[in-house]
């Protein structure tokens, strides 16, 4: 939830913060999978930091096909489908 709704989220640890709650078990995974937002999100809650905001999602990755802008003809991409998973006609 705190990178797809970072608002929420914050609503969500005050309220438990402010209700005594044991958060600890709320960081350990964020601070395993993203520590860099697990110490953004403890400085803003300690007042000494922004809120941390929704990263940005990663750029599609681009294609030669598409920087070329041409397209092989459907019958090849059959082909090379056949040829790579081996379907059967």
């Known amino acids: 939830m705190e990178e797809v709704d970072p608002q929420n989220f914050a609503a969500r ?4 913060r402010a209700n005594n709650v044991d958060l ?3 960081w350990a995974p964020l601070k395993h999978r993203r520590e860099n937002r697990y110490i953004q999100w403890i400085a803003w809650l300690e007042g000494n930091g922004e809120m941390p905001s ?3 999602a990663p750029s599609p990755p681009q294609g030669t096909l598409q920087e070329s802008g041409e397209l092989i003809e459907l019958g090849d991409a059959l082909d090379v489908l056949d040829q790579e998973l ?4």
Do not use: N, R, Y
């Open 54 to 56: 929704s990263p940005l």
């Open 86 to 89: 081996g379907f059967i006609d």
């Open 24 to 26: 600890q078990e709320l």
């Open 13 to 16: 640890i005050t309220h438990f």
